[in-house]
Nanobody, 111 residues
Framework: QVQLVESGGGLVQPGGSLRLSCVVS????????TDWYRQAPGKQREWVAS???????NYADSVKGRFTISRDNAKSTVYLQMNSLKPEDTAVYYC?????WGQGTQVTVSS
């Protein structure tokens, strides 16, 4: 049974940084790519970033240059480093792995 557990969210001021983590269990983490999504209040869930098995990355235009996705296969963990955060980054952030979702972690950017 695949399980994903996100952590690292919180309240941060505009311009601040957070690093999200997503630990994957129950599958061969190194064999598949992983994604981060987010869902703001009243909006649809949107894709944020992806990382392939080989480490290639892609980002939504809204976060390009500010967010960095990475993975540690030894720890079965995917990270999302978020810098220069803006109020519009406020959302629940989810990781997705082979069609499975975590429970999400809340990120709030506010002064």
């Amino acid at each position: 049974q695949v399980q994903l557990v996100e952590s690292g969210g919180g309240l941060v001021q505009p311009g601040g940084s957070l690093r999200l983590s997503c630990v994957v269990s129950g599958s061969i983490f190194s064999a598949f790519g992983t994604d981060w999504y987010r869902q703001a209040p009243g909006k649809q869930r949107e894709w944020v970033a992806s990382i392939t098995v080989g480490g290639s990355t892609n980002y939504a235009d809204s976060v390009k240059g500010r967010f960095t996705i990475s993975r540690d296969n030894a720890k079965s963990t995917v990270y999302l480093q978020m810098n220069s955060l803006k109020p519009e980054d406020t959302a629940v952030y989810y990781c997705r792995f082979v069609g499975h979702w975590g429970q999400g972690t809340q990120v709030t950017v506010s002064s």
